[in-house]
């Protein structure tokens, strides 16, 4: 450092600030200003939200699934859109008493931040004892519950949260072929994006798509597949 001979008296003085410093502070104030979900954000008045309708052979009315979401730091690099909120309605909720409960605890999950998308396969695993149902596409869905999971997986999807397992296109293609071939050999007809009427219950993705072909048990769905 070179020395500096001074002739007048020091009057004031100020702290030399390295420009490491300068750059550490501001990174600390943008780290401060990023919103994050935690219990105490409050609701805005306005929310963005998605409504689902779910018709089940359980009940004589469709079920609507309405899941707000809130955006943090809205118009910055941090902009982040998470679910806030979950309700439940239908024509009937007498029967329905637990599922106001369970959309109150979903709800609070959401709020309380972190991640939120083990809910997903949590609920895709509860089966009614009763038994489930099917689906239109010959889907299986073991329980109510199974199927509130998996409108909140759809929405995780849409607001990108959960990432889409895409199979390739490539395995796609496979699976078409020996669907055409499997309905040639057994004369079968369905319709399109449906799964021959013979198919039975993949236990991998609960869809009536597992077809026999040469000793093989093929799901033309999810393309799980056991020889023997
Ligand atoms: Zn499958």
Redesign the pocket.
Known sequence: MNAVKLDKKIVAFQLAKSPDDELGTENANTENAIEHIHEKVERPEKLLGSTYKVKTPLSDHALYITINDIVLNPGTDHELRRPFEVFINSKNMDHFHWVVALTRVISAVFRKGGDCTFLVEELKAVFDPRGGYFKSGGRFMPSLVAEIGEVIESHLHSIGLLEQEDMHEAQKAILEEKKQAYQEAKAETSKDGEFPPSAQL?M??Y?K??IVMDGCMT?L????SKCG
């Open positions: 993949c991998k993705c869809t798509a597992v799901c769905n999810c393309g799980n």
